[in-house]
């Protein structure tokens, strides 16, 4: 069933990604790039060759809301395995790989010099999910109370780091213009704290990881 299912979405993301790159380029090619770069939607007429755009976009949106409803389906069932077995969750290290969506954050300096959007910068935060390559491979460990007082000073110190460096960015960044222009002030703050998130994210699964496995090396040893 679970196979399944992991088949149905792969098939429908590609075939998702074929409508949308199809019709990005019939876009691009006939009807002038519109919903491609930059437009006034408040002056938006409908013409018959948008259609494409619109419908892959109504395709994409169902799939990612699709997919996020599987996405909270496995977190609930996990968390009841957790809290039946006292083993941890259940994951596959190469979720890790999700944490290259962070690049994402990238394109903020891009869309900020065309139009002056700046919510790309937020993707940043995706680099935290690099935490999942350590939480995989802690799959299945049943949580005993060494395990417990390893998570909770794993989670204690990633949390301190990521509020010393937020705290200390809103006391620099908070004493004025950042090169002489508030707009570059803003966007630093954005960056800082999204990344600063994420290193959160990612250094509680890290030091937990090491803190266990440090742990049993010793124990093996004596």
């Not at 699709?66 to 609930?76: K, M, P, S």
């Not at 910068?121 to 007082?149: I, Q, W």
């Not at 508030?182 to 600063?196: D, G, H, K, P, R």
């Amino acid at each position: 069933m679970k196979k399944t299912k992991t088949k149905i979405t792969i098939f429908l993301g590609i075939i998702c990604a074929l409508f949308m790159g199809i019709s990005t380029w019939y876009t691009i090619v006939f009807n002038e790039s519109r919903f491609i770069v930059p437009m006034d939607l408040s002056e938006y007429i409908f013409q018959i060759q948008d259609l494409p755009m619109i419908i892959s976009g109504i395709l994409l949106a169902l799939y990612i809301l699709y997919f996020v409803v599987l996405l909270i389906q496995a977190i609930i069932t996990n968390k009841n395995n957790v809290i039946s077995t006292q083993l941890t969750r259940k994951i596959n290290p190469k979720l890790g790989f999700l944490g290259f969506f962070g690049c994402f954050g990238f394109m903020g300096f891009w869309t900020y010099s065309i139009d002056k959007t700046i919510f790309p910068f937020v993707f940043f935060m995706f680099f935290g999910f690099f935490g999942f390559f350590y939480e995989g491979k802690l799959s299945n460990t049943f949580m005993d109370e060494r395990y417990k007082e390893n998570k909770m000073k794993a989670h204690f110190l990633a949390n301190k780091t990521s509020l010393t460096i937020i705290f200390i960015a809103t006391l620099i960044l908070g004493q004025g213009k950042l090169i002489g222009n508030l707009e570059y002030t803003f966007i630093a703050y954005i960056i800082i704290v999204a990344l600063s998130l994420a290193l959160e994210v990612f250094l509680s699964e890290f030091l937990l990881y090491h803190y266990d496995h440090d742990e049993q090396l010793e124990e093996s040893e004596e």
